[in-house]
């Protein structure tokens, strides 16, 4: 028998960076391999930005959560030097009394977040480029923001390798599989590998490996816009956004940088099943008039795309996380499922993989997040 790693990680993205991360931090001997060095283009965390909201208007479930991922981004930042959180803010808006912003006030207020409680006009007020109705309600966070995501996973991944961690970066995975109660097979187009635990975080394509699980991929697209007015500039306080206009879409953005601003529609996309059929931006026609709706409704100050990227979700049927043993082998871990809301997560997931393949206590109710529930 040949080395036997303590936890491999087949898919070092976001969750897979950070778990490396951490269990070499604890000591374990780790393995993680991808199909090229993250950050890359081929799966869903590049595009530069993600945005961290505390006050969550996917549900309670998800608080002792991302409080806890808050806190690790901030250490990570400190450890590493890097520039990967900026504290500018998250408005959250939608129509009163919808699911959607009930539940960020719901939360705001179990959680004793600092908010700010806005009407329409307060709104419309504070960053004169929005435009809402008297129909419409908005949730500051203060303390929220975002991530340069692509910087995470370079400082998770440059701090696994300080630590020792074995990366193969030109791994093609072909089959995962558990083979003896406490091993656990893992061959590539080039090797065979063997570890007493592992983690699939290979996002999207994880059906490539573990094909019962209920996961679709979608292409989604976002863009960079130009901006004609400096107030939707970071420098001027502009803020991240979540908005959810009342026909149900939902869009999202972030504060204008170096002349740019960039925004995406949360709804919608085209589902896929084979690598290739994730076509670059533009290809479909719909693809530059995404977020027409909220430019044309609620957003004034851009002139025009500047450039757009394609990504992909892998999306679940409830558009909850999968965070789970595989059933019938045990020492596999796979988190999926992110349905284009988990990065902001990748932190704690990964902290949750290294404290699962040590068999230590979880400190979360992962009960919600279970495969079986469907």
């Known amino acids: 028998m040949g080395k036997v790693y303590d936890l491999a990680i087949i898919g070092t993205g976001s969750v897979g960076s950070a778990a490396g991360y951490y269990a070499s931090q604890d000591g374990l001997d780790v393995l993680e391999l991808d199909l090229a060095r993250p950050p890359h283009d081929q799966g869903s965390h590049h595009g530069q930005t993600r945005i961290i909201r505390h ?9 002792p959560l991302i409080l806890k991922a808050q806190q690790l981004w901030e250490s990570l930042q400190s450890q590493s030097g890097m520039d990967i959180f900026h504290q500018v803010g998250v408005l959250n808006v939608g129509p009163q009394n919808t699911e959607f912003i009930t539940n960020v006030a719901k939360t705001a207020a179990q959680y004793h977040l600092p908010v700010d409680h806005l009407t329409a006009r307060e709104i419309n007020t504070r ?32 701090g696994a390798e300080q630590n020792g961690v074995t990366q193969d970066f030109t791994a093609k995975v072909q089959s995962v599989r558990q083979v003896e109660d406490n091993l656990v097979e893992i061959k590539t187009t080039d090797h065979t590998y063997l570890a007493h635990q592992v983690a ?55 504060p204008g940088k170096n002349g740019l601003i960039k925004i995406g529609h949360h709804n919608g996309g085209q589902p896929i099943n084979q690598r290739e059929a994730r076509l670059p931006y533009g290809e479909y026609d719909s693809d530059e008039h995404d977020v027409d709706g909220l430019l044309s409704e609620h957003l004034s100050g851009t002139a ?21 043993r595989v059933p019938g082998q045990p020492n596999i871990q796979v988190i999926t499922g992110l349905s284009g809301h988990g990065f902001k997560f990748a932190s704690v997931l990964g902290k949750i993989v290294v404290d699962q393949s040590q068999d230590r206590e979880v400190a979360f109710d992962l009960t919600p997040f279970r495969i079986d529930r469907f």
């Open 304 to 324: 025009g795309l500047d450039h757009g990227a394609a990504c992909t979700y892998d999306l679940s049927p409830d558009e909850d996380f999968i965070i789970d």
């Open 200 to 254: 699939v975080t290979a996002g999207t394509w994880v059906k490539e490996l573990l094909p019962d699980l209920p996961i679709q991929p979608l292409r989604k697209v976002f863009g960079w816009f130009k901006i004609n007015d400096a107030k939707l500039n970071e420098s001027a306080g502009f803020s991240c956004f979540s908005v959810e206009d009342k026909t149900g879409e939902i869009y999202y953005g972030f």
């Open 127 to 158: 960053w004169p480029d929005w435009h809402f109705d008297n129909d419409y309600r908005g949730i500051f966070e203060r303390d929220s923001g975002y991530l340069l995501s692509e910087n995470a996973i370079r400082a998770y991944l440059s």
């Open 55 to 63: 006050a969550y208007g996917e549900g309670a479930k998800y608080l």
